[in-house]
């Protein structure tokens, strides 16, 4: 089994839809989790830390279930401009290492 | 503006050639990583430096060799050893214990490509 593994889509969706995004880890003892966000040959930015209590930045919500082990990704009115692959990012416990999953590609149509 | 620059933005590797991947950071971290990504794929992690003239392996680091000579440089080799370098390069820095609210910075990373 992989350790961070995501559905690698596409997830197609039109403008204003709601789309939600999973990712399980296999390692309970994980501390540290992070959506980044990646265009088309360019570099990975993050775009939201994953807190135990789960939290919220404009359209996107990011929550953790440690009992199932995943983190989810919700995009609330997509903009064309949210098209991207999006990469789950686990930190194992006691670790500076970062494992990234796979990524799930949107794409937002008009 | 502080940042990290990876150079060149494209390179070709003949065949038995070594090459090397440049990585610049101003961000005064401590912290340097090296990642490969192939299409369809995560990041893997080649090597990591946490120190100056101190670096570890990473998950697939046969075939590349690094230094870190200098807080600000983190350069790549690609060896002739590595038989399917094609890929996509990128290189990140951070503070040395990434936690909650802590960040990778990339660079824009370097398309290396087999003639």
């Known amino acids: 089994r992989k350790e961070v593994e995501q559905d690698p889509g596409p997830f197609n969706v039109p403008e204003g839809a709601t789309v939600a995004f999973n990712c399980t880890y296999s390692n309970s003892a994980s501390q540290s989790f992070f959506w980044y966000r990646q265009d088309c040959r360019k570099e990975p930015k993050l775009l939201m830390s994953?807190?135990?209590s789960g939290n919220e930045d404009g359209r996107f919500t990011a929550q953790l279930n440690r009992a199932s082990q995943y983190i989810s990704l919700l995009i609330r009115d997509s903009k064309l401009s949210d098209s991207a692959t999006y990469l789950c990012?686990?930190?194992?416990?006691?670790?500076?290492?970062?494992?990234f999953g796979t990524g799930t590609r949107l794409q937002v149509f008009p | 503006d502080g940042g990290i620059t990876q150079s060149p933005k494209y390179l070709f590797r003949k065949e038995g050639q070594n090459v090397t991947l440049s990585c610049e950071q101003n961000l005064n971290h401590d912290a340097m990583y090296w990642y490969r990504q192939d299409p369809g794929q995560g990041l893997r992690l080649i090597y990591y430096s946490q120190i100056v003239n101190d670096f570890q392996k990473g998950d697939i680091a046969e075939g590349y060799s690094v230094s870190r000579e200098k807080k600000e440089s983190f350069p790549l080799t690609v060896t002739s050893a590595q038989k399917n370098p094609t890929a996509f390069y990128l290189c990140?820095?951070?503070?040395?214990?990434?936690?909650?609210?802590?960040?990778?910075?990339f660079g824009s990373g370097t398309q290396l490509s087999v003639l």
């Open positions: 990140a820095s951070s503070t040395p214990h990434l936690g909650i609210n802590e960040k990778l910075f």
């Open positions: 990012v686990v930190t194992p416990y006691n670790t500076d290492k970062l494992i």
């Open positions: 994953v807190y135990s």
